[in-house]
């Protein structure tokens, strides 16, 4: 089955003091790796999609990148509106032929004035 | 747009008695899923569908029942909780275009004493 590890699980930053967030995967035919965001007591938000190496997405201070083992999240010049739990996924197959999600246990960032 | 619904928000359970947890989308998504967020653990799929009338087991599907009479609901059973099953539930959508694109609810937290 895919796995997929989130690193750090925690990570506080400072506003304006940049950073990644790491998830690392392992799959046998990448079919597509997806980030959520999750602010606390709501459900996961998507973020991106990324489905082969060299492929950079971004969407204001965030910028996903995949290499074929892993995928990075950059974040510029944080803001305390940033810090949530940022998950990753990877699709893989269950019994009955469907592709389903598999998500990382997540990295929790706070970001602090 | 409500987007997706859950009821309700919060419901503390004793072993042995029943519940139904109710999702609702306006989105016209043909694609439904249930899934539980424990701590330490990614999301797991509990049950899915891919269309009214359809319903399909996910990964951790035991103690837990779906119908999905319309589609713009999909209900979740337990028929005999147990303590093991106290964990926040979300109900997610998606469309054929981009299945792995998932919309949240915002999670019904279950308490099983």
């Known amino acids: 089955e895919d796995q997929v590890t989130q690193s750090p699980e925690a990570l506080r930053l400072q506003e304006g003091e940049s950073s990644s967030l790491n998830c690392s995967y392992t799959?046998?035919?990448?079919?597509?790796l997806f980030w959520y965001r999750q602010d606390p007591g709501k459900g996961p938000e998507f973020l991106f999609t990324?489905?082969?190496a060299g492929e950079e997405k971004e969407k204001e201070r965030l910028k996903a990148t995949l290499t074929k083992k892993e995928s990075f999240l950059h974040i510029t010049a944080p803001k305390p509106e940033d810090s949530a739990t940022y998950l990753c996924?990877?699709?893989?197959?269950?019994?009955?032929?469907?592709?389903?999600?598999?998500f990382g246990t997540g990295t929790r960032l706070l970001v602090s004035p | 747009n409500a987007g997706v619904t859950q009821t309700p928000k919060f419901r503390v359970l004793k072993t042995g008695q029943s519940m139904t947890l109710l999702c609702a989308q306006d989105?016209?998504?043909?694609?439904m899923y249930w899934y539980r967020q424990d701590p330490g653990m990614g999301l797991r799929l509990i049950h899915y569908?891919?269309?009214?009338?359809?319903?399909a087991k996910g990964e951790v599907p035991d103690g837990y029942n779906v119908s999905r009479l319309k589609k713009q609901n999909f209900l979740l059973g337990l028929e005999s909780a147990a303590p093991s099953q106290t964990s926040v539930y979300f109900c997610?959508?998606?469309?054929?275009?981009?299945?792995?694109?998932?919309?949240f609810g915002p999670g019904t937290r279950l308490l099983v004493l």
């Open positions: 997610a959508s998606s469309y054929e275009g981009a299945r792995e694109t998932q919309y």
């Open positions: 799959v046998s035919g990448l079919r597509g």
């Open positions: 990324l489905y082969s």
């Open positions: 996924a990877v699709q893989d197959w269950l019994n009955t032929g469907f592709q389903k999600l598999v």
């Open positions: 989105m016209n998504h043909e694609y």
């Open positions: 569908s891919v269309g009214e009338g359809t319903t």
